[in-house]
């Protein structure tokens, strides 16, 4: 399938970046035993945290080996924050002992350690407890009050060995921290789905021999912590490769969850109709609108046009083409969930590699093709005549990235990013009906 261009002159350096990370992420998730310290370069510890690791081991000893989180927003050894409320700041170190047997540094065990450390009067750092956790690796952790409490909760989440993932809830109080909440997962983040300005954690969980693949929201109340709500997910998944915070309708968020069974990617939706309640709608009532959602890998849900209501991007060949054509050009349509129907937002020309997308207005639709000038690499947007090649179909505009900035005669530029310069030339006179006016031309140019 030829979603965009077959080959490419340019592939946008960020995209390139992208690429890397992906594959390297793809890689260490599906490859059990690597840790975040032996695939990412751990990053520095200010001087700051440098004061808290010499406390550390002051108390440890110095044959300890620093954990990094693999994800999240707290990606360091030592995380240093307000984990009680009472407005000073504490410290977290995740670390594991280790040996040196014949001069090779080995973990000592499989088990982490977290490590509380607070200062004295003085402002020096020293330990205050120090905990056992599980597993070998953090997955992530997140500092966040859940449901209505008020003070910072901390969830930990840990690897095995054998890749599974645990999420372990705890509160720190009188220098302890404190918690039996624990569940497996292969997701954790934290949303506020029914808009109370409570936020809940949400759990991933995959396909067992028990229960297919669902999501879970934990809440807390006083000193109980319960399941908030549960809803089904896409009993297919092998990989949730995308998950957006968004928006379903003005008044209602959602959680967009894009998966693959291994060759596809497909969407659920989940939102909450009603407090403690949760819905996928691409499931109910035996809707399979989740079908609808189908498309190739690269194609994540995204917010296209900046209205906070996320478009899932599903693709169809465009007018002059059939799917057997090797040269064939797809429209991405940009699809949204409407009175549990899948609906036509937009559809557009997107380019992953060129970092952008074109939006069709609304009387562009089904009147408009597009196809690839091989010899300069421009993206040619054609007046659809039936029974014509499309090579032999007018010309409306053309777009061309090109590196650098150079002038180009008849060419009007659009955007800059990177040093990659997006150019629109029209070659047709304005009497054309279809030839759109520079506003609707900036209105439906977006960088990715």
């Not at 009050?145 to 095995?160: N, W």
């Not at 409570?198 to 969980?205: A, G, N, Q, R, V």
Request: net charge negative.
């Amino acid at each position: 399938m030829n979603c965009s261009k077959s080959y490419k002159r340019i592939l946008h350096p960020f995209y390139a970046v992208l690429c890397i990370l992906y594959s390297v992420l793809c890689f260490s998730a599906c490859n059990i035993g690597f840790t975040a310290d032996s695939l990412l370069v751990p990053p520095k510890l200010s001087e700051k945290q440098k004061l808290v690791y010499e406390a550390l081991t002051n108390a440890t000893g110095e044959d300890i080996r620093l954990k990094y989180p693999l994800s999240g927003q707290y990606r360091s050894a030592v995380t240093i924050a307000d984990i009680d409320g009472d407005g000073n700041e504490e410290a977290i170190a995740f670390y594991q002992r280790i040996e040196t047997p014949g001069g090779t540094a080995v973990a000592a065990d499989n088990s982490l350690r977290v490590n509380i450390l607070d200062t004295t009067p003085d402002g020096e750092w020293y330990s205050v407890y120090d905990h056992a956790g599980v597993g070998s690796d953090i997955d992530r952790m997140i500092i966040n009050p859940l449901g209505s409490t008020k003070t910072p909760l901390i969830t930990i989440g840990f690897t095995m060995l054998s890749g599974a993932k645990t999420a372990r809830i705890y509160s720190y109080t009188d220098n302890r921290l404190s918690g039996e909440f624990s569940e497996n997962y292969i997701n954790m983040f934290t949303a506020d789905l029914d808009r109370d300005e409570d936020y809940e954690l949400c759990l991933l969980h995959p396909n067992t021999a028990d229960r297919a693949a669902y999501i879970s929201l934990v809440s807390v109340e006083g000193n109980l912590i319960y399941e908030w709500g549960t809803a089904e997910l896409n009993p297919t998944a092998a990989e949730y490769v995308n998950i957006v915070s968004g928006a379903l309708s003005p008044k209602t968020s959602a959680i967009y969850i894009d998966s693959t069974d291994g060759e596809s990617l497909y969407t659920d939706i989940v939102y909450s109709p009603a407090p403690g309640k949760l819905r996928n709608p691409m499931y109910l009532n035996e809707s399979k609108l989740i079908e609808k959602t189908v498309r190739p890998s690269g194609y994540m849900s995204t917010d296209i046009d900046g209205d906070k209501i996320l478009e899932i991007p599903v693709l169809s060949v465009f007018p002059g083409y059939n799917a057997t054509r090797e040269d064939a050009v797809y429209s991405t349509n940009w699809m949204y969930l409407d009175n549990y129907m899948i609906k036509k937002k937009y559809s557009s020309y997107y380019n992953s590699e060129e970092g952008y997308a074109f939006l069709f207005p609304a009387r562009w639709d089904g009147v408009v093709t597009v196809r690839h000038d091989e010899r300069t690499g421009d993206t040619v947007f054609c007046k659809y005549t039936a029974g014509a090649d499309v090579k032999d179909m007018p010309e409306l505009m053309r777009i061309t990235v090109a590196e650098g900035d150079a002038a180009r005669t008849g060419h009007r530029l659009l955007k800059n990013k990177d040093n990659f310069y997006y150019y629109i030339f029209s070659p047709l006179s304005e009497d054309e009906p279809l030839i759109l006016t520079d506003t609707e031309i900036d209105n439906s140019f977006r960088l990715l």
